[in-house]
């Protein structure tokens, strides 16, 4: 989905990021009249999926931004900082207490994301990396807000359906007044980005119903190397040394909590 976002040139985000949602809408809406599920959002959950589509279409915008800006493998991996900013976000929201693990993943995380984002006034992509990091905060968090109102027995299809459709109003204003014409082949990169995405989708939630999460969760780092193989070999982008660290402090921090979790 990062490529194609990547290969769609020089479109404001706000465009690219409406069509990505509009796409994931008509599937999530066709879902649901397959499925034949009762649309409804019951009082117990419905701040719970408000605030997931806020900072999950918040995080997503920041996501686009930071591709534009930063070696796809950068902003890949910012972004997989996600469920580290779960482990936080779940203490006060779902009163999760984090194993001690879990704390010292964290940190260590947060230490490959500073050579990552290397916050230095020289540094030219200091604010992307920085909007590309609440990117991953954005989803962390919309995470954490999923399982709350999934707790409270909120449908998946519906849930779906609410963030690609709050997602493709919150952009839309934007896509009217600063509309940037596309030609054949932006709109063919950008249908193939929702494409992707969507199937990409399947894919993990598929995943998820013949394994448990915490056998799965160190799987999904494995777009970072799909995104620096692309980048490397059709963007001509060759990652930093100080990247790379951090690349293999996160994925590596990420396997232990995946191995150690397999053994509970």
């Known amino acids: 989905m990062t490529f194609f976002v990547r290969l769609a040139g020089d479109l404001p985000t706000m465009q690219k990021a409406f069509f990505r949602n509009a796409f994931a809408l008509v599937i999530a809406a066709a879902m649901l009249v397959i499925k034949k599920e009762k649309f409804e959002i019951k009082k117990e959950f419905g701040w719970d999926i408000f605030f997931r589509c806020l900072f999950g279409a918040t995080g997503l915008i920041a996501n686009f ?42 940190v260590i995380a947060f230490i490959g994301a500073m050579f990552i984002i290397r916050p230095t006034p020289g540094n030219m992509e200091l604010v992307p990396a920085i909007v590309g990091l609440y990117g991953g905060f954005g989803a962390g968090t919309a995470y954490a807000f999923v399982r709350r109102a999934g707790k409270k027995g909120a449908k998946t299809t519906v849930i779906v359906f609410c963030f690609s459709l709050f997602s493709t109003i919150l952009t839309l204003p934007f896509l009217i007044f600063d509309y940037v014409s596309m030609s054949p082949k932006q709109w063919l990169f950008l249908v193939l980005a929702g494409l992707a995405a969507t199937v990409g989708q399947f894919g993990i939630t598929s995943a998820y119903k013949f394994a448990p999460a915490k056998k799965l969760s160190v799987f999904d780092y494995v777009q970072v190397v799909f995104a620096a193989l692309w980048g490397i070999i059709f963007l001509g982008e060759i990652p930093t040394w100080m990247s790379i660290v951090g690349y293999v402090i996160i994925i590596g921090v990420a396997f232990v909590r995946w191995m150690r979790a397999g053994k509970q």
């Open 65 to 106: 931004y930071a591709i534009d800006r930063l070696a796809l493998a950068d902003a890949n991996m910012l972004n997989k900082l996600s469920p580290f900013f779960a482990i936080i976000i779940s203490i006060p929201l779902l009163k999760e207490k984090p194993s001690k693990m879990d704390i010292i993943a964290t």
